[in-house]
């Protein structure tokens, strides 16, 4: 079929479907789960994929699932990811269908994006004459929580066999309607590590017979942020940040033990590349001088996250041919998001799917606990997801 004949037959498809996805929608919102626990969420949409007649993948999670439409054609399969987990907020938005968990959340619009691709599903699966190949529908489980649910789907096969890849996030600073997306590299790589710093305790008031762990932690936060400014080129990118640190008894005891916890993000594969390394050497140098031993212990290692052209192409000629209009340009971040994980391997893209409206009070950050979606924006995401999918598959003329 024509590709405006084809992306109009989806846009009604998928505003017909608009009423029964806000109620999928917020099902979902109202019974969030945590990462790595999203158990009745996933037992949630397998009933919904199989009412669809989709068949469900043997993917071995406790939680995620796989799932596959099947086209009356032979051809290639192309795959649409959402993530399901929540996050540990109470939710202060006041909405009639709030969480019904106490401290449990879908403050990042991960309920959105299931019921977004959920809505694709359908979509396609009332048009499978018109699919030359096979989609195949990935629900990740623990986007938010290092290391991912990315890494296990994957290496339990759920992306085998599959040529190129959507995925999409909610994006509260664009207004409802629109959809952005960047070239190349767009969200930050990612190397969280915990360290442990051992001096040797001692009384507060002889220094010279202990080692002190805090002033060689502080020595060392002070240093990491010297990798930024003198060991790393300029133009590319990196934050370094110490999050969290631990240590001590008392105000007249010298520390035996510091405990930090931080990250170092880049959007250079380059810059990133050289950044373990960096740490670990400044971190020994510092503890070197000061006779006290460390221990760095890697907790995540994310990729950048890197949109192929070629996906990006088919995202925006079928926006344009959807809503007659040009996608904008999402601002890079070092922000993470495990979607680059699949990206690392196939071709594919994310994009981002506007949800802000003054009026219903959406636009606010996300982990926010009144972080509230335009539900209208669905549709969109529905359409374009589906539409491209069948482009990529080659289904669009
Ligand atoms: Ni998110």
């Known amino acids: 079929m024509a590709q405006n004949q084809l992306t109009d037959r989806i846009k009604e498809a998928a505003a017909r479907l608009a009423e029964m996805q ?44 796989a799932a596959e439409l099947r086209g009356d054609q032979p051809g290639e399969t192309v795959a649409i990811r959402s993530d399901i987990d929540a996050l540990p907020i109470v939710e202060q938005t006041g909405l009639p269908f709030a969480s019904e968990v106490d401290g449990c959340m879908h403050a990042c619009g991960h309920d959105v994006h299931m019921a977004t691709v959920l809505g694709a599903a359908a979509v396609l699966s009332g048009m499978r004459d018109h ?56 969200m930050g790589s990612v ?38 400014t003198r060991e790393t080129d300029p133009v590319e990118p990196i934050a370094i940040t110490i999050g969290k640190i631990d240590g001590g008894t008392a105000s007249n005891v010298i520390a035996e033990e510091v405990r930090l916890e931080g990250t170092a993000r880049s959007l250079s594969p380059k810059a990133f590349k050289k950044l373990p390394s960096l740490i670990k050497r400044t971190v020994a140098g510092v503890c070197k001088a000061r006779g006290a ?41 070092l922000a993470a998001e495990d979607f680059s994980f699949y990206l ?10 506007g949800i802000r409206n003054k009026k219903i009070g959406a ?23 589906a539409a491209s999918a069948l482009d990529a598959l080659g289904g669009i003329e």
Do not use: C
Not at 295 to 319: C, F, M, Q
């Open 22 to 65: 806000v109620g999928w929608r917020r099902h979902l919102h109202r019974h969030p789960e945590l990462s790595f626990h999203e158990t009745a969420t996933t037992a949630w949409l397998k009933e919904r994929l199989s009412e669809l007649g989709l068949e469900i993948l043997p993917i071995k999670l406790e939680t995620g699932v």
């Open 131 to 186: 699919v030359p190949g096979t989609v195949r529908f990935i629900f990740q489980p623990a986007e938010e929580k290092p290391p991912g649910g990315a890494r296990p789907m994957i290496e339990n096969g759920a992306l085998d066999g599959v040529s190129m890849i959507f995925g999409l996030h909610v994006e509260p600073h664009l207004n409802t309607g629109r959809i952005s997306l960047r070239d190349g590299a767009t």
């Open 191 to 228: 190397f969280d590590f915990e360290l442990i710093i051992r001096g040797r305790s001692g009384h507060g008031a002889r220094p010279h017979l202990a080692v002190d762990a805090i002033v060689t932690a502080a020595e060392v936060i002070d240093s990491l942020q010297k990798i930024i």
């Open 293 to 333: 031993t460390f221990e760095l212990n890697p907790s995540a290692d994310y990729p950048v996250l890197t949109n192929h052209a070629s996906a990006n192409k088919i995202l925006a000629r079928t926006y344009s041919s959807l809503y007659g209009k040009k996608i904008e340009v999402t601002p890079p971040t």
């Open 344 to 353: 690392e391997r196939i071709p594919g893209a994310m994009f981002r799917l």
């Open 363 to 385: 636009g606010e950050p996300w982990h926010s606990p009144k972080f509230i979606v335009d539900e209208a924006a669905m549709p969109v995401g529905t359409a374009l997801l």
